[in-house]
């Protein structure tokens, strides 16, 4: 059984920063990353990143977003820089292993104007 723990969600006002957290069980032989929900959106990717350390970013948030992982610790990271109240959503972990994906139960971020 494959588990996402994620940390690190909360209220900023435009312009900060947050970072956001995952630890994954399973194997790290894995594609990680962040997807988000707005309210009254439908959920969409916000990054991906191989073992290898191949990376996909959605256009919304390259040059703001940086994702990293530690394939020892099997965790994902999302350093969010320069938030827009567009950025507001709950955010999950996302790990895809042997065909099947696994989502974490979800971090609200709200970034107020």
């Known amino acids: 059984q494959v588990r996402l723990v994620e940390s690190g969600g909360g209220l900023v006002q435009a312009g900060g920063s947050l970072r956001l957290s995952c630890a994954a069980s399973g194997s790290s032989f894995s594609l990680m990353g962040w997807y988000r929900q707005g309210p009254g959106k439908q959920r969409e990717l916000v990054a991906t990143?191989?073992?290898?350390?191949?990376?996909n970013y959605a256009d919304s948030v390259k040059g703001r977003f940086t994702i990293s992982r530690d394939n020892a610790k099997n965790t994902v990271n999302l350093q969010m820089n320069s938030l827009s109240p567009e950025d507001t959503a709950v955010y999950y972990c996302y790990k895809s292993l042997q065909g099947l994906s696994y989502w974490g139960q979800g971090t609200q971020v709200t970034v107020s104007s």
């Open positions: 990143i191989t073992r290898g350390g191949f990376i």
